[in-house]
Nanobody
Framework: QLQLVESGGGSVQAGGSLRLSCAAS????????VSWFRQAPGKEREFVYV???????TYADSVKGRFTISRDYAKNTVYLQMNSLKPGDTAVYYC???????????????WGQGTQVTVSS
């Protein structure tokens, strides 16, 4: 029922910034837990950031102090602001939504198609 579309990926130099967007249709983001994951070639899908309906959040240690999540429910969109990007951040980034909080990908019912982020040194 819920459909998610990510955008905002691209190629940047190390130290640069990007803001990813996840737009929802078929349902209201205010009713869901929303998360971001990433997956590099040959690696498992990795938890990045999660926010619940009340604004509570948690994040991976690898992005502490660099990434932040925000919600604009009026636009039915969630954002991932990525600063001080490193080559190790290179991956396809996915947003996901579900009914309960979790840092495991299996907790989420709805996924976007992903957007590529490439960071050069």
């Amino acid at each position: 029922q819920l459909q998610l579309v990510e955008s905002g990926g691209g190629s940047v130099q190390a130290g640069g910034s990007l803001r990813l967007s996840c737009a929802a249709s078929g349902g209201a983001f205010r009713n869901y837990v929303v998360s971001w994951f990433r997956q590099a070639p040959g690696k498992e899908r990795e938890f990045v950031y999660v926010v619940n309906r009340s604004g509570g959040e948690t994040y991976a240690d690898s992005v502490k102090g660099r990434f932040t999540i925000s919600r604009d429910y009026a636009k039915n969109t969630v954002y991932l602001q990525m600063n001080s990007l490193k080559p190790g951040d290179t991956a396809v980034y996915y947003c996901a939504a579900g009914w309960t909080w979790g840092t495991n990908a299996n907790a989420y019912n709805y996924w976007g198609q992903g957007t590529q982020v490439t960071v050069s040194s």
